[in-house]
């Protein structure tokens, strides 16, 4: 006890900053800790609009437009309405300061009603409302069942006799299965009246993001002066976020507010914008660029004089509609709309879109990387085979614990099997019977069982179906029901965990009747091949690698039968280093490590976790659509191999290659083969499917990242086993890195949400793991099949109508700005606007917004085509709507039409004042759009032609209202009437009867499949 008295478990406080001393009667306050309200607003009063404005400004599109509005105020520059710059800037930054100020006013009720949610804390007075944000850490506060645990906390007392609570975790780690907690059994067994009046304390460890971890010591005194000390683990905390699943709880606060396990777990995921905003930002810039040029000419032109440098930013400024503000406006638009429509899809229920910055990636997907277990499985274990050291057989080979006679004489067993190997089968039922964190819980009269792990639930389940019935489970005892109602009561005297670090569980035993100590051991075969005896090493190991061949999940059970003195002696060490708070877990392991030594190796079990609907069809139609599918899963290569194959990901054309516990001298090498072994030479070759473990990952990842990124993309598909959850987030970064590929993750639990966010589109899947991947992703579905829907048809949809609807809104920024420029040049260079105050505020809103908008409703082509031919998916990919061929032709489209409607004009009305040319060109431009959006339209919607009809509608009523802009009288002439049709027609009908010719000729690819 000396290092305990130099400070971690002495009456004083720890000298050790990184621990925390707090006395169990609530007053005590070390130091200042956080607040332990939430916030989770991203403004306030007073950085909301810089802010947003920064945010806004980053944006070529609005500095560039900024820019254009200051200028008018300098007077040389002005050439037209200030009014005309001013009002799409501030309608465009208005919507936004108003929807994320209403986004974030959400935010701000949602903290307040969780900060303000009352709870009764335990004083020395009696017991007293608290609100959450007031909670500090050494506060006493008394949860009820149901309610959300509201600060990090050590369990001093439950109302349950056991001394132990469940919790619901889903919300921290995404898991649904309860977690079970102890109470300090001192103040377990003390009067809760007393608790603030103990002279006691907590010692804990400083804090950090790790849930599944917690180190400290429970200290108190004794009333003979001596002192107690009590180990204090993860079994014994209550974190923030979890619920109260029954019953009462008391704890005393440890951590509060930004120190809690739950907000340093909660990482602000980065904005994520689609690679269609930087390639429209690219080609605004080409746009600028174009200005710049036409400006150079016009003053060229014009002749150099002293003022040329007014002159060239006077024509700059009259060209600015080259660079639509309300592209940016518009594409918002349509996000939202296609984020709408998503969550709307009959055939795809339960789908929510959590991002609306990015609903058009879906159709830009290359990459897709899948957890396997609940993702492409159904989380829905069952026991298929089992395998003893001496024999296998099928869980359907039916038998009974009553056959084994479990605690007598064996009868009909011995006449079924000979009796070794009866022997061992009853002592693997046991083990699995004993050997595990099930507790069972009675809901509405059913017994249920709860566990951390489905696989431990179906081990139990088939352990009463052979007669050993898990009825009852303490803090300390398991209880088993045989044939016949006899009752079976085993002590616990100590439980190790399973842990993703450790791949084992074990638990040590005894029964009243008996003074030896049952330790029995369970899990991984990698993990357990080192602790039992060589001899059945060779045989359990082969037969993990047979039953994971059929697709089963496989765990090794071991059992080591101690006497009571080796126990003793063990436990003496065990306590020595558990009441240690520096480096605890690290020596508790090797402790541990002397015990699992020489044990009996009883069997392997081999558990199934069943396919979700249609997976298979699933991966073969996103594989046919040129996306390349990769499993990231914690199973072993063999099983993780067999459910390739299952689910299709592998074809019966392809080959595997493995890449398993490779040195790292080997890699580069095995890289290379690899690379060659997927460069067809001969049409007969065969693809390689990439297999690679965690182990050897760790090396690729930190010494050969590219070699391995660039090797592994020449694969049709990759299956990467036994990896952790970080190495699935390094993964997506890794290609992220190293190719321009778009990727997309998918996963049900908490475990993927590292790689859901760090891909440029998440997707989970709310299942049997809880909500965190869900609410952590940014479009979320109900089950894997339906991906393919969400991505192939709505967004390829979204793709095309981004893409669409942008070069719209180009052209109408760019026929404009040609009229503009061929009027300038016409008009002996004056720089003075055609279009001023209402008309070029109109053209952009109330004349034409509604039918360019209206493409966001087209179809190219039908639902059932789309999904009967992926490869429609593949063509986007390959031949990428957004690229510089088709700007070009956007280009070429808005010069020809300007043209012909300003110099047609001119030919057709030469004798007309400015006034009428305003007019007719005007009028002209309008028609010309309206049939553009018709003939680009592939499947007719009636609100495109509603939109067409109310804007015809709304410009002949402007004619009347607009009498300064408008001449009625000349309006209302025959000569006006057919020369702007015969205008409208030669600047509209070459250019689609060309199109139509294009297409008759070579058509696109959904046009073939129509």
Same mark, same amino acid.
């Given at each position: 006890m000396d290092d305990l008295k130099e400070g971690l478990l002495s009456k004083k406080k720890p000298k050790e900053k990184s621990l925390r001393y707090i006395q169990l009667d609530g007053e005590t306050k070390p130091r200042k800790f956080p607040p332990n309200s939430l916030k989770n607003t991203k403004y306030n009063l007073l950085t909301i609009v810089p802010v947003v404005l920064y945010q806004q400004f980053k944006y070529f599109f609005n500095l560039f437009y900024l820019m254009i509005t200051?200028?008018?105020?300098?007077?040389?520059?002005?050439?037209?309405?200030?009014?005309?710059?001013?009002?799409?800037?501030?309608?465009?930054?208005?919507?936004?300061? $108003?929807?994320?100020?209403?986004? &974030?006013?959400?935010?701000?009720?949602?903290?307040?009603?969780?900060? %303000?949610?009352?709870?009764? !804390?335990?004083? /020395?007075?009696?017991?007293?409302?608290?609100?959450? +944000? &007031?909670?500090?850490?050494?506060?006493?506060?008394?949860?009820?069942?149901?309610?959300r645990i509201p600060a990090d906390m050590v369990l001093i007392y439950t109302s349950e006799v056991s001394g132990t609570v469940f919790i619901r975790t889903d919300q921290l780690d995404g898991e649904t299965d309860w977690k079970l907690r102890k109470a300090i059994a001192y103040t377990q067994n003390a009067p809760k009246e007393q608790f603030c009046k103990m002279r006691a304390s907590v010692t804990a460890e400083t804090p950090h993001k790790n849930i599944y971890a917690f180190t400290g010591v429970f200290t108190a005194e004794l009333e003979n002066g001596g002192e107690y000390n009590e180990p204090l683990s993860l079994e014994h905390t209550l974190w923030s976020s979890t619920v109260l699943t029954c019953g009462t709880a008391i704890g005393i606060v440890v951590y509060t507010g930004k120190e809690t396990r739950s907000v340093m777990n909660s990482n602000i995921p980065s904005l994520k914008f689609g690679i269609c905003d930087d390639e429209l930002n690219f080609l605004s810039k080409l746009l600028f660029g174009l200005m710049v040029v036409i400006s150079i000419v016009m003053v060229i032109m014009s002749g150099i004089t002293s003022t040329f440098y007014l002159l060239f930013f006077r024509y700059l400024l009259l060209l600015s509609s080259i660079i639509p503000i309300s592209l940016r406006v518009n594409l918002d638009m349509a996000k939202i709309l296609y984020c709408y429509l998503i969550p709307r899809d009959t055939d795809i229920p339960n789908t929510?879109?959590? %991002?609306? %910055?990015?609903?058009?990636?879906?159709?830009? $997907? +290359?990459?897709?990387?899948?957890?396997?277990t609940g993702t492409l499985t159904r989380n829905e274990m069952s026991l298929k085979k089992i395998s003893i050291v001496d024999g296998r057989y099928a869980v359907e080979d039916k038998f009974s614990m009553e056959e084994f006679k479990f605690l007598k004489t064996l009868t009909s067993l011995e006449n079924k099997y000979k009796y070794d190997r009866a022997e061992n089968i009853k002592k693997m039922v046991k083990a699995l019977a004993l050997c595990h964190n099930v507790s069972p819980v009675t809901e509405a009269g059913e017994t249920i069982y709860q566990a951390s792990s489905p696989d431990e639930i179906a081990l139990v389940k088939f352990a009463k179906d052979s007669g050993l019935n898990l009825s009852l489970r303490?803090? &300390?005892?398991?209880?088993?029901?045989?044939?016949?109602?006899?009752?079976?009561?085993?002590?616990?005297? !100590?439980?190790?965990?399973?842990?993703?670090?450790?791949?084992?569980?074990? $638990?040590?035993?005894?029964?009243?009747?008996?003074?030896?100590v049952l330790f029995y051991l369970k899990g991984a075969e990698d993990i357990m091949k080192t602790k039992i005896s060589q001899k059945d090493a060779v045989r359990v190991l082969e037969e993990c690698e047979n039953l994971a061949r059929e697709g089963l999940r496989t765990l090794i059970i071991a059992q080591k039968i101690l006497t009571l003195n080796e126990y003793k002696e063990w436990e003496k060490e065990f306590k020595k280093v558990s009441l240690c708070i520096e480096n605890r877990e690290e020596k508790e392991r090797e402790v541990i490590d002397k015990l699992e030594v020489n044990m009996e190796a009883l069997g392997v079990t081999g558990v199934e976790d069943k396919l979700q609907e249609n997976v298979a069809d699933t991966i073969e139609s996103l594989r046919d659509a040129g996306i390349k599918v990769w499993i990231l899963t914690g199973d072993k290569v063999e099983t993780a191999e067999c459910i390739a194959i299952s689910t299709k990901l592998k074809s019966r054309e392809e080959d595997y290659f493995e890449m398993i516990n490779l040195p790292k001298e080997q890699i580069l090498g095995k890289l290379d083969?690899?690379?060659?072994? %997927?460069?067809?030479?001969?049409?007969? @070759?065969?693809?390689?499917?990439?297999?690679i473990d965690g182990s050897t990952l760790n090396i690729v990842l930190s010494?050969?990242? /590219?070699?391995?990124?660039?090797?592994?993309?020449?694969?049709?598909?990759?299956?990467?086993?036994?990896?952790?959850?970080? +190495?699935?987030?390094?993964?997506?970064?890794?290609?992220?890195?190293?190719? @321009?590929?778009?990727?997309?993750?998918?996963? @049900?639990?908490?475990n993927d949400v590292g790689m859901i966010q760090s891909?440029?589109?998440?997707?989970?899947?709310?299942? /049997?793991?809880?909500?965190?991947?869900?609410l952590a992703a940014d479009f979320s579905i109900s089950r894997f099949n339906s991906l393919s829907r969400l991505v192939l048809w709505h967004g390829r949809l979204s793709y095309k109508r981004t893409a669409k609807l942008s070069y719209f809104v180009f052209h109408r920024g760019l026929i404009i700005s040609f009229i503009q420029a061929l009027f300038t040049c016409i008009f002996f260079f004056s720089a003075i606007p055609i279009y001023n105050g209402m008309l070029m505020l109109g053209y952009t809103t109330i004349y034409t917004m509604l039918p360019v908008f209206s493409l966001v409703l087209d179809e190219d082509a039908d639902i059932h085509s789309i999904m009967r031919y992926p490869v429609l998916y593949e063509s986007l990919q390959t031949r990428k709507l957004m690229r510089f061929t088709s700007f070009c032709v956007c280009i070429f489209k808005s010069f020809y039409q300007g043209s012909v409607i300003i110099i047609m004009t001119l030919v057709l009305f030469p004798d007309n004042s400015f006034f009428n040319i305003v007019v007719i060109t005007f009028s002209a431009l309008i028609l010309t759009e309206l049939l553009n959006v018709m003939t680009e339209i592939d499947k007719f919607h009636w609100a495109m032609g509603v939109s067409e009809v109310v804007t015809l509608i709304l410009y002949t009523s402007s004619m009347l209202a607009l009498k300064s802009y408008f001449d009625l009288y000349y309006l209302f002439?025959?000569?006006?009437?057919?020369?702007?049709?015969?205008?409208?027609?030669?600047?509209?009908?070459?250019?689609?009867?060309?199109?139509?010719?294009?297409? /008759?000729i070579s058509p696109a690819d959904h046009k073939k499949v129509q």
């Open positions: 200051v200028s008018q105020f300098f007077p040389p520059l002005q050439v037209g309405f200030l009014f005309t710059y001013i009002a799409p800037l501030a309608f465009v930054l208005c919507i936004t300061i $108003i929807k994320e100020a209403y986004d &974030d006013i959400v935010r701000w009720k949602r903290d307040q009603e969780i900060n %303000n949610q009352i709870f009764t !804390r335990i004083t /020395k007075e009696g017991r007293i409302d608290v609100k959450a +944000q &007031d909670i500090k850490v050494g506060h006493l506060i008394e949860i009820k069942a149901n309610e929510i879109a959590r %991002n609306s %910055n990015i609903p058009e990636e879906l159709g830009r $997907i +290359q990459y897709i990387l899948s957890d396997k303490g803090q &300390d005892y398991i209880q088993l029901t045989l044939s016949k109602g006899v009752t079976e009561r085993y002590s616990i005297l !100590r439980i190790f965990p399973f842990s993703s670090a450790r791949k084992r569980m074990g $638990i040590l035993l005894q029964h009243p009747s008996s003074t030896d083969e690899f690379a060659k072994a %997927n460069t067809k030479i001969m049409p007969s @070759d065969r693809s390689k499917v990439l297999v010494e050969f990242r /590219k070699e391995f990124i660039e090797s592994a993309c020449l694969a049709p598909s990759v299956v990467c086993c036994r990896v952790a959850p970080t +190495q699935k987030a390094q993964i997506v970064e890794a290609l992220k890195e190293f190719t @321009d590929k778009r990727i997309c993750s998918i996963g @049900d639990g908490g891909a440029h589109i998440g997707i989970g899947i709310e299942g /049997k793991e809880g909500k965190q991947a869900s002439s025959g000569e006006f009437v057919w020369k702007v049709v015969i205008i409208t027609l030669i600047s509209w009908a070459p250019l689609h009867l060309a199109s139509f010719l294009m297409e /008759k």
